[in-house]
């Protein structure tokens, strides 16, 4: 079973649509979610980090996170053609404060205008 | 703030040859990690350092090592080139006020270097 797993898609919206994307991770007791944006041939820029159960919203953006289901989720709402990449979750599983984010194979996405 | 730097940006070299990556993290970040991304693999950890110490290592043979300065600047090197060492190689920068347990600080990536290996 992979670290963190995530629908490789391609997952297709149309323009002004809500984009769902999924992730679940292995490590009951990992600690600390992020997901994250990389653009073809660029490395990856944060969206969202989430640290507790439920949601938090930046913009258009919301992360979702069920520890006990061990399931993150990311909401794009109003999707534009600028969203269209390739979107990473990634877990930090370490607990003494290290950094060793597990990183899923991403979905990409693509928003038709 | 100026973000992660990472020099050179592209690399080409041969089997058998080792390289050295440089990292400058964010001013102010103490916490340096190495990651390699491949289209098959996708995105792997290679090792993170925290004040001059390497704290956590992934699944990677020891041609891949890595030291980290007092100033925070970071440096990984890959001995005897393999060609499936060709890779994006991302360093990324995180804060770390107090090093202490509490599931990692958010990571800030560089551009990467590109490295091919013929």
């Known amino acids: 079973q992979k670290e963190v797993e995530q629908n490789s898609g391609p997952l297709s919206v149309p323009e002004g649509a809500i984009a769902s994307l999924n992730c679940t991770y292995s490590?009951?007791?990992?600690?600390?979610f992020f997901w994250y944006r990389q653009y073809s041939g660029k490395s990856p820029e944060l969206i969202m980090s989430?640290?507790?159960?439920g949601d938090k919203e930046d913009g258009r953006f919301t992360a979702q996170l069920n520890k006990a289901s061990q399931y993150v989720s990311l909401l794009i709402r109003d999707s534009q053609p600028s969203d269209s990449a390739t979107y990473l979750c990634a877990v930090n599983r370490d607990q003494t404060g290290a950094n060793n984010l597990f990183f899923g194979t991403g979905t990409r996405l693509t928003v038709i205008p | 703030k100026a973000g992660v730097t990472q020099t050179p940006r592209y690399l080409i070299k041969t089997r058998g040859q080792q390289v050295t990556l440089s990292c400058s993290p964010i001013?102010?970040?103490?916490?340096v990690s190495w990651y390699q991304q491949t289209p098959g693999q996708g995105l792997q950890f290679l090792f993170e350092y925290f004040s001059e110490t390497q704290r956590n290592k992934g699944n990677f043979p020891g041609r891949f090592s890595g030291r980290q300065f007092s100033n925070s600047r970071s440096e990984m090197n890959v001995s005897t080139l393999e060609l499936g060492d060709s890779a994006l190689y991302l360093c990324?920068?995180?804060?770390?006020?107090?090093?202490?347990?509490?599931?990692?600080?958010?990571?800030?990536f560089g551009p990467g270097t590109r490295l091919t290996v013929l």
């Open positions: 001013s102010g970040h103490r916490s």
């Open positions: 989430i640290y507790s159960n």
């Open positions: 490590d009951r007791g990992s600690q600390s």
């Open positions: 990324a920068s995180s804060l770390e006020l107090t090093g202490l347990a509490g599931g990692g600080d958010t990571q800030y």
